[in-house]
Structures are given as C-alpha cells and as structure tokens.
C-alpha cells in the first residue's frame, strides 16, 4: 500500500510533477490557459483542445512526482441524458412537470442524475428580439417564501411543481406585455460513480452552500486525495404554454 503524504507538496514537488490523461489509444497533452472567471477575473486552468470525451470510454489519469510512488485512476464517461417532460398530478391534486430521461446509450446509464429547468422569455419592443431568463426551483412556498433549489440525487427522474414553475415566470414577468415566446429549458446531467459520490460528500449531501471539512481525507484516487469523474451534460427546449398555462 502506498501511504498518503501527510502534508502539502512543496512548490517544487507540484512543478516537477507530470500528470497524463489517456485512452487505449493516445495521450493527450494540456496547454497553461488563462481564461476569465465567473467574478470577472482571470483564472489559470490546463485545457487538452484533443480531448473530446467520448460515451462509454474509459479514461486514466495518472500522476507522477519524484520520490513518490504514481498515481493512477480511471474514469469512465456516461451516456447523455435527453430530457422529456410529462404533465402529472399528486395525490392532492397538484399540477407536477415531470423530467423523464431517455438516454443515448443505454448500456452506460449514469450513477447520479441532476436537472435544472429555466424559464427563457423572448421579448420583441420593436427592435431585435431580447431574451430574459430565470432558473425555476424545485420547490416554492408561497406561505413562507421558502425556496429549494435541485440537487443531484439517485433518481432518474425530478419533478417540478408547476405553481412554481407559473411564480417563476410571473417574477420574471413582471407586468411587460411585450414577450412574444416563453420556453422552458432543461439541462440533465449525468454523473458517473466516483464524481456523484465525491460531490454529495464535499457539498454537504444535499447543501449546496456548505463543505465538509470533518472529512479532509475523502477521496476516489488510490494514493492520492480528490477525485477523477465525469460528467455529461444535454438540454432541451419545450413551448412552455404546451406543459404550463
């Protein structure tokens, strides 16, 4: 067995390490790429332009730093998810939009499934067309003003309450009378093991604002801490007025 070392590498040992991502058939190599952050900043990520992940293929990572022994894991990419959406009620009678998968590759269903619904509102005042939009939460109390949003779980299908789906849009909405076209668009994704694991344990199951730091040795890399996963990801979008008044 190899023991994990107990400290961080030093700079040194990070910059003389060599990191390779492979397939039974290539290597690929990754470029030092500055890239724009979410805060409009600047953010430095290693990017492979080669790499084009494909269904089903498995895929090693392999880490080697001098004076240590390597590290190796493999990753295999699931199938996309194509989502569909079904009008349902609850036992209590309330109206539900269901989000139903169909997949391309049934032979490499996901381990997790996580969808995301947003409402996109196309409005015309005369000059080029303007598009608004604005994510839909899996829950909404109108009593209380609670919000859930979604999060990735075992369940190949979600389901959204269309009160909230009608509050979303009556937000967003406002009282213009100029949109012309409302849609809603649903982004599916799907996890593969070790990826589904390693996020709802350092996201706090099921909290996306905490992170658990009682289990700083959680990993899915023998040898080594983090995780090597994938995730593949479609979307869909559907006349809203088909599915919600």
Not at 55 to 73: C, D, H, K, N, R
């Amino acid at each position: 067995d190899v023991a994990l070392k107990t400290v961080p590498l030093t700079s040194a040992e990070v910059d003389s390490a060599v990191v390779v991502v492979k397939d039974p058939k290539r290597v690929y190599a990754f470029s030092d790429t500055v890239v724009a952050s979410a805060d409009g900043g600047m953010q430095r990520i290693w990017v492979s332009r080669a790499l084009r992940p494909q269904t089903g293929q498995a895929y090693t990572l392999t880490i080697t730093v001098p004076g240590f022994e390597p590290v190796s894991v493999e990753a295999r990419l699931p199938g996309k998810l194509y989502p569909w959406l079904k009008n349902e009620k609850s036992e209590a009678g309330i109206a539900l939009l269901r989000v139903q998968p169909g997949y391309d590759d049934p032979r490499n269903v996901p381990y997790g499934y996580y969808y995301r619904m947003w409402i996109v509102c196309t409005r015309n005042d005369g000059g080029p067309p303007d598009q608004t939009r604005a994510e839909v939460p899996a829950y909404y109390s109108s009593n209380t003003g609670e919000i859930t949003w979604p999060v990735p779980t075992r369940s190949a299908e979600a389901v959204f309450p269309v009160p909230t789906i009608e509050h979303t849009y009556a937000q967003l909405r406002g009282g213009d009378t100029l949109f012309i076209k409302k849609e809603l668009v649903v982004k599916a994704f799907a996890f593969n093991e070790s990826f589904y694991l390693y996020y709802k344990t350092v996201r706090g199951f099921d909290d996306q604002l905490s992170l658990r730091i009682d289990q700083p040795n959680l990993t899915f890399i023998p040898g080594g801490l983090g995780v090597f996963g994938a995730i593949n990801m479609d979307s869909a979008r559907f006349n809203c007025t088909s599915f919600v008044k």
